[in-house]
């Protein structure tokens, strides 16, 4: 019993350290944990990563990239619309170069497509490298999220509460009442 107990609260801060490093430092959970989940929200890997998937991907180090070749898929940020807003994009590796100062380049694209994405990217811009992929679970993910999902949560917690409180109070008044 006691070491369930220490499991379950070693589990537990573990668990609360994660959220709150996603949180207030989103950047620094991979780096920390090793790992980092994302959500698949468009078609451009698909049929290897589907839309509302979960991928998995680990920290990018300094090892790993090197180790990166063609083919490989990674999860970047890009600016995509060219807005001056970067996105999160899993994609191949299209190909690896170094421009003159001795920098990495990349260029990447989608599942199936035979030109590279538009963008170029640096060392600096790749946020982890694809481990595998959980299919369906980014779909509750996002539903959790959504203003319907913690409405949800907010009240079935709610009713699983006052149950809860009725059947102690219940239990109280059994062992009060003298028979």
Request: proline share 4%; glycine share 6%; no cysteine.
């Amino acid at each position: 019993k006691l070491i369930g107990t220490v499991f379950f609260f070693i589990f537990s801060g573990l668990l609360v350290l994660y959220i709150l490093l996603e949180l207030f430092l989103p950047q620094q959970t991979v780096k920390v944990f090793q790992f980092k989940p994302y959500v698949v929200i468009t078609e451009s890997m698909e049929p290897v990563i589907n839309v509302g998937d979960m991928a998995i991907v680990t920290n990018p180090t300094n090892k790993k990239l090197e180790a990166l070749a063609v083919g490989d898929i990674i999860t970047f940020n890009a600016d995509i619309n060219y807005d001056g807003q970067k996105e999160v994009v899993t994609h191949y590796v299209y190909s690896i170069t170094e421009n003159s100062q001795g920098e990495r380049i990349y260029r990447t694209n989608r599942y199936g497509s035979t030109t590279p994405d538009t963008w170029i990217l640096r060392d600096s811009d790749i946020l982890g490298v694809y481990a595998f992929r959980i299919p369906w679970v980014g779909n509750l993910v996002n539903f959790v999220k959504s203003p319907y999902g913690i409405v949800a949560i907010s009240v079935n917690v709610v009713v699983i509460g006052a149950i809860v409180y009725i059947v102690k109070v219940g239990k109280k008044k059994e062992v009060e009442t003298p028979q």
